[in-house]
C-alpha cells in the first residue's frame, strides 16, 4: 500500500544553519505531496505544498521539490531559526483520497 | 464554522466504557479524515470519508472501533469497550477535496484508566 518514510529525528540544529528533512514514499499513480508542522502546544498545519513532478512547493524559506524519479519530497531550508523548532510531517494524498502521514520528524535549533 | 471543531477537548474513561467523540468539520469540506496520536508517536491512520461515505476503513484498529458521517458534515467516531492500549490524541481533519489542504482540529485527548 502507499506509505511515507521520513528520516529519524529529533533532528538538532543551531540557528542559522541548513536543514533537509528527508521523505521519501510509495504510492500508485500521482499523488500529491505536502509537508504539515506542528509548534509545540499547536495543532497541525500546512507547511507547503506539491500537486505533480518537478513542482516545488515554498513557504516561510522552507522548500520542497517533487522529485518522481527519485520518490522523493526533501524539505529545505537555507537558515532556521530558534521559532523554527517543530515536529514536521511528510504526507501523501493517494489517488484514492487517503491522506497518508509519515511519522513526524522533531526539529530542534538552538540559539 | 471557522475551523474544525473536535468535542469533547479531553476525556477521560474507565476501561471497558463505551465513548463517541466528535468532530464538526468545516462547512463545504467533503474530505473528512480520523487518525490517532500517541504519545511522541506520529499520526496513524483511521478513517476516512468522502462525503458520507467511507471509502477506506482500513486503518481501524479492531471492531471496537466505527465511524460515521451524516448530511456530509459531522462525523463521530466510536470506541466500544474501551481498552488501556486506546489513550491517545484522536485527530480528525477536512479538506475541499482529497488533493487539498487539510485542516485539522486541536484535537480529543482520551485517558483509559
Known amino acids: 500500500g502507499d506509505s511515507v518514510t521520513q528520516m529519524e529525528g529529533p533532528v538538532t540544529l543551531s540557528e542559522e544553519a541548513f536543514l533537509t528533512i528527508n521523505c521519501t514514499y510509495t504510492a500508485t499513480g500521482y499523488p500529491s505531496l505536502f509537508w504539515y508542522v506542528q509548534y509545540p502546544g499547536e495543532g497541525l498545519q500546512l507547511l507547503l505544498k506539491?500537486?505533480?513532478?518537478?513542482d516545488k512547493g515554498s513557504n516561510k524559506g522552507f522548500e520542497a521539490t517533487y522529485r518522481k524519479e527519485t520518490t522523493s519530497f526533501h524539505l529545505e531550508k537555507g537558515s532556521v531559526q530558534v521559532s523554527d523548532s517543530a515536529v514536521y510531517f511528510c504526507a501523501l494524498s493517494s489517488n484514492t483520497g487517503k491522506l497518508i502521514f509519515g511519522q513526524g520528524t522533531t526539529l530542534q535549533v538552538k540559539p | 464554522g471557522a475551523g474544525v471543531s473536535q468535542s469533547p477537548s479531553n476525556k477521560v474513561t474507565e476501561k471497558g466504557k463505551d465513548v463517541e467523540l466528535r468532530c464538526d468539520p468545516i462547512s463545504g469540506h467533503t474530505a473528512l479524515y480520523w487518525y490517532r496520536q500517541r504519545l511522541g508517536q506520529g499520526l496513524e491512520f483511521l478513517i476516512y470519508?468522502?462525503?458520507?461515505?467511507?471509502?477506506?476503513k482500513s486503518g481501524l484498529p479492531s471492531d471496537r472501533f466505527s465511524a460515521e458521517r451524516t448530511g456530509e458534515s459531522v462525523s463521530t467516531l466510536t470506541i466500544q469497550r474501551t481498552q488501556q492500549e486506546d489513550s491517545a490524541v484522536y485527530l480528525c481533519?477536512?479538506?475541499?477535496?482529497?488533493?487539498?489542504?487539510?485542516?485539522f482540529g486541536q484535537g480529543t485527548r482520551l485517558t483509559v484508566v
Open positions: 481533519a477536512s479538506s475541499y477535496r482529497v488533493d487539498t489542504e487539510a485542516f
Open positions: 506539491a500537486t505533480k513532478a518537478d
Open positions: 470519508f468522502q462525503g458520507n461515505s467511507a471509502p477506506d
